[in-house]
């Protein structure tokens, strides 16, 4: 059974794999880039190229990266590193572009800090609360001050609060 709302979804099968929304992005993305080729051949310069493939092949491609990234696989994340080394093959990706892990990994941070301080953020809810060894001891700093909730099963793991609450966390 797959779960899918629109063209702007995420894909997830019973078992949670993202593998088949990783495929269609892929697949998507690959359109674009044949119309990226297109204007290459006919004289669009690298920088206006490169432009167009940031605004919509990397928007494509890291949509609710938060909401899935935890359940894709080394194989899935293989995926897409291979389809942007791909996408540099042809100079529509920056040098200084950062890979794909950490393009995912800079979007988690970024939504968690806004969640962490924005207690009217829609997730605010399902964080745990303030953890009280943070007041009374001295611990190594953390990028926050929560509770760290019990690991009943490694599919926990994947969901973007409990990643993001483990971050860094040894």
């Given at each position: 059974?797959?779960?899918?709302a629109s063209?702007?979804?995420?894909t997830?099968t ?5 593998a ?5 992005v892929?697949?998507?993305c690959?359109?674009?880039?044949y119309?990226?080729i ?9 920088a ?11 928007a ?5 990266s938060?909401a899935?990234w935890?359940f ?7 995926r897409l590193e ?7 093959c042809?100079r ?6 950062p890979s794909?892990?950490e393009?995912c ?8 800090q806004?969640v962490i301080?924005?207690?009217k ?5 399902l ?13 190594r ?6 509770q760290l909730p019990?690991?009943t099963h ?11 609450l ?5």
């Amino acid at each position: 059974m797959l779960v899918e709302a629109s063209s702007c979804s995420v894909t997830f099968t019973n078992s949670l794999s993202v593998a088949e929304h990783i495929q269609s992005v892929i697949n998507s993305c690959a359109q674009t880039l044949y119309a990226l080729i297109i204007l290459l051949s006919h004289g669009m310069d690298d920088a206006a190229l490169q432009m167009i493939y940031r605004s919509v092949v990397i928007a494509k491609l890291t949509y609710a990266s938060s909401a899935w990234w935890g359940f894709a696989s080394t194989a899935d994340r293989q995926r897409l590193e291979a389809f942007l080394r791909r996408s540099h093959c042809c100079r529509f990706i920056p040098r200084n572009l950062p890979s794909f892990s950490e393009l995912c990994s800079t979007a988690d941070n970024e939504l968690f800090q806004l969640v962490i301080n924005d207690n009217k953020h829609v997730l605010y809810g399902l964080l745990p609360p303030t953890s009280v060894a943070s007041h009374n001891y001295n611990l190594r700093h953390r990028k926050h001050s929560l509770q760290l909730p019990s690991k009943t099963h490694h599919l926990m793991d994947s969901k973007f609060i409990q990643r993001m609450l483990y971050l860094d966390s040894y």
